[in-house]
C-alpha cells in the first residue's frame, strides 16, 4: 500500500483513521501518528465538504455502497491547502458480512480539474479583454429569445481608430486600447448584463 501512488485510507465506523499509506502522508503532510485515530471529518475535511462526505460516509455504513462507490471532494492539508479527490469507496466487513468501516483509495485531480476550469472558461471568453465570446453571445441570444424576456435591448460599439493605432503604434498598443474600452464598457454595465466582444 505505501509503494502505490494512489492515497489509500481507512476508517472504522465512527469515522477514525485507521490507515493511510505513504501516498496520502506525502499529499496530507501529516505523519500517522497525527492521524491515525483521528476523525477524518474533523481532521481533513474543509468546512464545506463535511456534510456531503459525512453523507456518503453513512449511506455506505448502512449498505448503500454502490450509489456512492465514486465521489469527488476537496481534502484539507495539514499547510491549509485544498486538493480535490476523486474516491473510489468500498465497504469494509468482518467474517459475517456486517460493515466494519471504509476503505477507499484517490487520485489527486486538483490540477486536472483547474486545467478543466481553466478552458471552460477560455471557451467563453475571449482571450485579450476577459469579456464573454461570440460563442456565449450567440448562446445567450437563443436561451434569451422568449416572450418572458422581452423587453430586451442590446448596444453595439466599435472602437473608433484601432485600425490607426495597430498600423501606426503596433498590435500592442491596440490591444491596451481594447482593454480599456472593455473595462469601461464593463463598469458602465449591471452585474446580469452581458458584455461580449
Known amino acids: 500500500l505505501d509503494i502505490a501512488a494512489e492515497i489509500i485510507f481507512s476508517l472504522d465506523k465512527a469515522g477514525n483513521i485507521t490507515l493511510l499509506n505513504g501516498s496520502g502522508h506525502k499529499l496530507l503532510g501529516y505523519n500517522n501518528n497525527e492521524l491515525i485515530g483521528k476523525n477524518w471529518f474533523e481532521t481533513c475535511l474543509p468546512d464545506e465538504a463535511k456534510v456531503d462526505v459525512y453523507g456518503v460516509f453513512k449511506k455506505i455504513m448502512n449498505g448503500d455502497v454502490e450509489s456512492v462507490k465514486n ?7 495539514k499547510g491549509g ?18 460493515i466494519t468501516g471504509l476503505m477507499s483509495s484517490g487520485e489527486d485531480i486538483t490540477e486536472r480539474k483547474k486545467t478543466e476550469v481553466e478552458i471552460l472558461y477560455l471557451s467563453y471568453h475571449d482571450k485579450l479583454t476577459g469579456l464573454y465570446n461570440r460563442r456565449f453571445f450567440e448562446e445567450e441570444l437563443k436561451r434569451l429569445d422568449t416572450i418572458r424576456q422581452l423587453p430586451e435591448s442590446i448596444i453595439m460599439a466599435d472602437v ?18 481594447l482593454i480599456a474600452a472593455s473595462e469601461i464598457i464593463k463598469k458602465s454595465c449591471r452585474k446580469e448584463d452581458i458584455v461580449a466582444r
Open 71 to 77: 465521489y469527488e471532494n476537496a481534502v484539507k492539508t
Open 160 to 177: 473608433d481608430g484601432l485600425k490607426y493605432v495597430n498600423d501606426s503604434y503596433g498590435h500592442e498598443k491596440g490591444d491596451r486600447l
Open 81 to 98: 491547502e485544498l486538493r480535490t479527490i476523486f474516491w473510489h469507496n468500498t465497504a469494509l466487513m468482518d467474517s459475517s458480512g456486517n
